[in-house]
């Protein structure tokens, strides 16, 4: 996982953020097949997560647009309703709109 | 470390993903004292923070001119120094306005 590399302002971010139930069978094997799905979605421009008390996901895209079809997708579907259902305790999806942003690079600290 | 309970939309969030150097002496010590005096912010709405290969952390404020005071703190400007010279390998921060959100409780699944 590393740092999404997106393009210039303004794009959408889909800050998804969880907190886990006790049953984690198949999270995942399933969170892992959602990112490569994800990436092949018209629209999406990346996606960071980490994870410790809680879960914290965003995912960059073009567009409401995208994002309205990433949501719409089936597979996608199944994965949400079987994260509603077994993994997650409560989590909260905000879709927001990236004005501004700046990157910094230690090996190019002159840039920031 | 909780789900942030933010009001109403919009709103704005602040989305800081970060990789660390190998010097994280004095690190959490300073993440902590500066999630406090975020919380003493006027316009602050919450915070989320989940930290493994890479460090997300999602803060929430009422506008954009609560986050440029946030950004000019003299205590805030010490600690993203050291952040820089220190701490991070890298960061890229985003600036953003939440338009639309939901929340999902298991304890409660229709409300969703």
Redesign the interface.
């Given at each position: 996982?590393?740092?999404?590399k997106?393009p210039t302002t303004p794009y959408y971010?889909v800050?998804f953020?969880?907190?886990s139930?006790d049953n984690q069978v198949g999270y995942e094997e399933m969170a892992d097949k959602m990112v490569e799905l994800a990436a092949l979605q018209d629209g999406f421009l990346g996606i960071?997560?980490?994870?410790?008390?809680?879960?914290?996901t965003?995912s960059y895209w073009k567009n409401l647009e995208s994002i309205q079809k990433w949501k719409m997708n089936m597979e996608h579907q199944v994965a949400r309703s079987k994260g509603?259902s077994m993994w997650?305790?409560?989590?909260?999806?905000?879709?927001?709109?990236?004005?501004?942003?700046?990157?910094?690079?230690?090996k190019r600290?002159n840039q920031?």
């Open positions: 996982m590393k740092i999404a997106t971010a800050i953020t969880s907190t139930s960071e997560s980490a994870r410790d008390e809680i879960g914290i965003v509603k997650y305790a409560a989590f909260k999806v905000r879709i927001s709109k990236v004005e501004r942003d700046y990157f910094f690079d230690k600290p920031f």
